[in-house]
T-cell receptor
Framework: DQQVKQNSPSLSVQEGRISILNCDYTNSMFDYFLWYKKYPAEGPTFLISISSIKDKNEDGRFTVFLNKSAKHLSLHIVPSQPGDSAVYFCAARMNRDDKIIFGKGTRLHILP | DVKVTQSSRYLVKRTGEKVFLECVQDMDHENMFWYRQDPGLGLRLIYFSYDVKMKEKGDIPEGYSVSREKKERFSLILESASTNQTSMYLC?????????????FGQGTRLTVV
């Protein structure tokens, strides 16, 4: 059973607009949530994280929102740029053993 | 600059061969991970190690084993390679409980089993 779910396999957004990527989770034992970006033939790179005790974290164009009651988080990218086209993975860390579980990813296309 | 290095970018092996994938990190991290990435399935955890000689099974450990004799090195072993193990393999390391969970990844090894 998937503990971290990204239900949208792909998303297309116009350059300059906001990209919103969504993620749901089922396990209440996660203490950190993370977003990674991945280009083809490269390893994922870390974007931003949020502690389970926070509801928002911002870093430049990237903001992550956490809604614990809904077990939902989202990544907002504003404004979207061509270099943002990539696969985005949502991940969560277990607080009992540091294991990191990933979702299936969402492919983001930024349209000119 | 932090680094996780995987020994090979591309590997082609025959069915039944024993395959070793090596990973080295230079950040003195406690935790190391092996994932495989397949289209439509995301990153799936194969094995995880939180200390030298310590390991835990991930979601898909069947057909794999691991070795961590030194803190900086984590090896993934395919005991008898099969075609369904053709995949992109990704190694990662993370600081441990004190950190924010951020994991640093290697560049990946594209393994093809023929």
């Amino acid at each position: 059973d998937q503990q971290v779910k990204q239900n949208s396999p792909s998303l297309s957004v116009q350059e300059g607009r906001i990209s919103i990527l969504n993620c749901d989770y089922t396990n209440s034992m996660f203490d950190y949530f993370l977003w990674y970006k991945k280009y083809p033939a490269e390893g994922p790179t870390f974007l931003i994280s949020i502690s389970s005790i926070k509801d928002k974290n911002e870093d430049g164009r990237f903001t992550v929102f956490l809604n614990k009651s809904a077990k939902h988080l989202s990544l907002h990218i504003v404004p979207s740029q061509p270099g943002d086209s990539a696969v985005y993975f949502c991940a969560a860390r277990m607080n009992r053993d540091d294991k990191i579980i990933f979702g299936k990813g969402t492919r983001l296309h930024i349209l000119p | 600059d932090v680094k996780v290095t995987q020994s090979s970018r591309y590997l082609v092996k025959r069915t039944g061969e024993k395959v070793f994938l090596e990973c080295v990190q230079d950040m003195d991290h406690e935790n190391m991970f092996w994932y495989r990435q397949d289209p439509g399935l995301g990153l799936r955890l194969i094995y995880f190690s939180y200390d030298v000689k310590m390991k835990e099974k991930g979601d898909i450990p069947e057909g794999y084993s691991v070795s961590r004799e030194k803190k900086e090195r984590f090896s993934l072993i395919l005991e008898s390679a099969s075609t369904n193990q053709t995949s992109m393999y990704l190694c990662a390391s993370s600081l441990g409980t004190d950190g924010n969970g951020e994991a640093f990844f290697g560049q990946g090894t594209r393994l093809t089993v023929v």
